[in-house]
């Protein structure tokens, strides 16, 4: 893949952002790149901006000063930290899917069915949303961003409310749909055990860009170990294995054979906060 910093052809750029509030810098010259192919990961503690840049970045929010350029034509597919649904509101998968799309994006039910495969949900279409689990409600999410085709997805805690199992495995499909779609990926975690095995260009943030660069040159950054602390910086050390199985959201297992990066065996699970 070619480093970022060689290429021109990005899908949104955001430069030198700046945002206070009530007197306190919120974000401070940040600056992050997309470009296509490519999976950018923002990490950092609590209150560290990351959900603030994001909204920055789709446009919801404005800043003090600064830049966000996107590609012209530009569709994003975002699946946001939360969805809040009001529990006497019926309505299905299928429903979900449609629901807030324009016109002309509506889909039928083959193409519905098509994109919940892709994410392997398919098979709960015609369920309620309330009767799903946290990681088929995840897929279906993330099912919906796709529909809209986009050229980058935004991601905000893809993998939250769901267990170690279904966390590694939102991440293996996030991979999947780069590497079959081409898409960028922008996405906010707190799990670096996941995150620094999945991504290909990390952002560290506290305010301000701490450190950014592969995962690699991250985890050894003295920034990193200063924010994050040695024993978690000395955990990351990143390994590949094959996996032999995968699981559905329903728990059934399916053969594959699939070279993933994860953290080293023995290193604990490392979190961080949200915001």
């Not at 992050?32 to 446009?59: D, H, Y």
């Not at 016109?103 to 994109?115: E, S």
């Not at 499909?173 to 996941?194: K, M, P, Q």
Request: aromatic letters at 2%.
């Amino acid at each position: 893949m070619v480093p970022p910093e060689t290429r021109s052809d990005f899908l949104i750029e955001a430069r030198d952002i700046r945002l206070a509030r009530r007197g306190r810098a919120l974000l401070s010259d940040v600056s992050i790149r997309v470009v296509p192919g490519e999976i950018v990961t923002l990490i950092g503690p609590n209150g560290a901006g990351k959900t603030t840049m994001i909204r920055i970045i789709l446009g919801l929010l404005r800043p003090d000063s600064g830049v966000v350029a996107r590609r012209p034509g530009l569709s994003i597919g975002y699946v946001p930290q939360r969805l809040s649904l009001d529990p006497s509101l019926p309505i299905t998968v299928a429903g979900f899917l449609d629901l807030g799309l324009r016109p002309l994006v509506r889909t039928d039910a083959d193409r519905r069915r098509r994109v919940l495969d892709e994410v392997g949900a398919g098979a709960v279409v015609d369920a309620s949303l309330h009767d799903i689990s946290g990681g088929e409600l995840q897929r279906v999410m993330l099912a919906r961003a796709l529909l809209r085709d986009p050229g980058i997805l935004v991601l905000d805690e893809p993998a939250q409310g769901v267990d170690i199992t279904g966390q590694a495995e939102i991440y293996e499909l996030i991979a999947r749909i780069r590497r079959e779609r081409g898409v960028g990926v922008l996405l906010v975690s707190h799990d670096l055990h996941l995150v620094m095995a999945a991504t290909d260009h990390v952002v560290c943030l506290n305010g301000h860009v701490c450190c950014a660069g592969t995962p690699d040159s991250v985890s050894r950054d003295p920034a990193f170990a200063a924010l994050f602390g040695d024993r978690v910086a000395s955990a990351l050390a990143v390994y590949h294995h094959r996996h032999d199985h995968i699981h559905d959201p329903d728990g059934k297992p399916h053969a594959v054979d699939q070279d993933c990066g994860h953290e080293h065996p023995h290193s604990a699970r490392a979190e961080i906060g949200h915001g």
